[in-house]
């Protein structure tokens, strides 16, 4: 309880690079298993109705662009036992999303052909061993700022 108690006070006062407050959330890694446990506990990280921060990995990235406004910007995701999810979100998992992927007939879509290419070439590196599902949501974390052209700034720290 305790833990729900702290994650709930993400509103910890920090001076931002950047100029003003920023916001930060504490992710409790050492009970993500999946990509679902990982969503509930980034959602009890910034307070959402229902722990929902997506439902999936396409969800989630939502989320982490201001989907539902559940998360403040700029902001730090401080991402406690991260080793324990790292060990869990491994490529295995990447490698089934991707097939998954591949496997949905809007994926032939002449709109979606850049995300087709990356399904494949992800799926070539989750086989090898050499890149996992949790390599894949650290990226997708921090190149937010990047993707976003600067409007949204999410700092990502390790623990």
């Known amino acids: 309880m305790q833990s729900r108690l702290m994650s709930q006070r993400v509103a910890a006062a920090v001076r931002n690079p950047l100029g003003g407050r ?4 504490y992710v409790e890694g050492k ?3 999946d990509v679902a446990t990982m969503c509930e506990a980034f959602g009890r990280a910034v307070g959402a109705p229902r722990d929902y ?3 999936d990995i396409q969800g989630f990235d939502d989320c982490l662009f201001g ?4 998360l403040d910007t700029p902001c730090e995701i401080v991402w406690r036992d991260s080793d324990i999810s790292r060990g ?7 490698a089934a999303d991707c ?5 949905d007939h809007e994926i032939d879509s002449p709109s979606f052909q ?4 990356w399904a494949h070439d992800t799926l070539t590196k989750a086989k090898a061993g050499i890149y996992s ?7 997708m974390i921090e190149s937010v700022p990047e993707r976003s052209s600067g409007r949204r700034q999410i700092k990502l720290t390790l623990q």
């Open 22 to 25: 920023m916001r930060t959330y």
């Open 31 to 33: 009970d993500i298993t």
């Open 53 to 55: 921060f997506g439902a």
């Open 67 to 70: 989907g539902l406004k559940l």
């Open 88 to 94: 869990n979100l491994d490529c295995d998992m990447l």
């Open 99 to 103: 097939l998954a992927m591949l496997d």
């Open 114 to 117: 850049d995300g087709k290419q």
């Open 133 to 139: 599902m949790f390599d894949n949501v650290v990226e």
